[in-house]
Each structure stands twice: as C-alpha cells, then as structure tokens.
C-alpha cells in the first residue's frame, strides 16, 4: 500500500495570505487527488493533478484559488491563495493503487 | 452531476448492538468503496464492491452492492467500542474520481 507523507500537519494563517501543502508518496503514481474536507462533513474533491499537464478541477474550484504542481510521479503541492476564515478546513492528498485510495494525515488549517 | 446520498448521518448504539449505514448514487457506479475515519484521523479504505449483487465480509463488517450497482450498505454485527468513527461511501462512475457520501458517525457507549 503507498505511504503518503503530507505537511504541514496543521497551520494557522493570516486571511490574505497563502499556504502551501506539500505531499509525497512512497511510490511512483499516475494520479494524485487534493480533498477539502469541513470540519465534521465529507471529502469533497478539489482537483486531480497528474504529471506533466495542467490538474483537472472540479465543479466550484478554480486554478488561481487553487494552484497545484505535479512536477514528477512521486510528489505534488496544493497551494490556497488569498486564503480568507471560509477556507479554514482539512485538505487531504489522495493516491489510488488497485481499487483503493490512500490518504495523507491532512493539513489542518485556521484561518484568521 | 454524480450524488452519493448516505444515511442515517448520525447513530449512537450500546456495544453489542448491530448497525448498518446505507449509501445510495444518482448514478450508476462502476465500483463502490467504503472507508473508515477516526476522529482526528485520515480516511482509511475498507474494501471495494465491484459486482452487481457483491457481498463481501470482514470478521463482523458486511457489505452489499445493490443489483442495479446504485446502492450498497455496510452492516456491523456486534458492535465494540473500536468501531466508532465515521464510516463514508464512495462512488466510482469508472472516471478514477471518487464522489463520497456524507459520512455516517458511529458512537458505541461500552
């Protein structure tokens, strides 16, 4: 299974200002995904970044809110711009391997 | 787009007791997949149902898949106190994304 080692585990913010999350894997992968996840609600997926093009984003999010670096197979950034007390949340990094997901310990950021 | 409905969103049982959560898409999937998170924890996968009709077993965990591969549920046997957490559903319509449903917390009092 892919160990992914996710940091910074948690940070408080000043609003206006961004964060960077950063999220490596053990193992090469095609795919890495990006979560918000409110506190007490589910995971609701921010993007799919794949090596060498653009990350795909969902519904609601959008690349200069959200800029993500895929830059090899092992290792992506999700970075949260301007950042503003309503992106004051869980962000969670995602591999899939064989039919499964695993996740990062999650980056628990305040924003104030 | 893809909506996975899950319920209940809450349940508080005594040890012992059986539960079982209920997940329900707008679509139909390609696979279903079930993770468990503890409080303060990351989501941690469970299994994965792929087969109309599947039901697959974990020691005292059962799953089902719906024929129509548009439900699925998860039933605890027995509750023990280290079951408690909140157990989420996701859909995967066969594009690699997974859409989750909104999670069922589960409290066992011993």
């Known amino acids: 299974s892919a160990v992914i080692s996710q940091k910074p585990s948690r940070d408080i913010c000043q609003r206006g200002t961004s964060l960077t999350i950063q999220c490596q894997v053990d193992s090469q992968v095609t795919m890495m995904f990006w979560y918000r996840q409110q506190p007490g609600q589910s995971l609701t997926l921010i993007a799919t970044a794949n090596q060498g093009s653009e990350a795909t984003y969902e519904s609601g999010f959008v690349i200069d809110k959200f800029p993500i670096s895929r830059p090899n197979l092992t290792f992506s950034t999700l970075t949260v711009s301007n950042m503003s007390p309503e992106d004051s949340s869980i962000y969670l990094c995602?591999?899939?391997?064989?039919?499964?997901?695993?996740f990062g310990q999650g980056t628990r950021l305040t924003v104030v | 787009g893809q909506q996975v409905m899950q319920i209940p969103q809450y349940q508080h049982v005594q040890e012992g007791e059986d539960f079982t959560t209920y997940c329900n898409s707008s679509t139909t999937l390609s696979n279903i997949q079930w993770y468990k998170q503890r409080p303060g924890g990351h989501p941690v996968f469970l299994i994965q149902l792929v087969k109309s009709g599947e039901v697959k077993k974990q020691k005292r965990l059962t799953f089902q898949f719906g024929e129509a591969k548009k439900n699925s549920s998860l039933h605890i046997t027995a509750t023990q106190t280290t079951d408690v957490g909140t157990y989420f559903c996701?859909?995967?319509?066969?594009?690699?994304?997974?859409?989750f449903g909104k999670g069922t917390m589960l409290l066992v009092s011993p």
């Open positions: 995602s591999v899939a391997e064989l039919g499964r997901s695993f």
């Open positions: 996701a859909g995967d319509s066969g594009y690699s994304t997974l859409t």
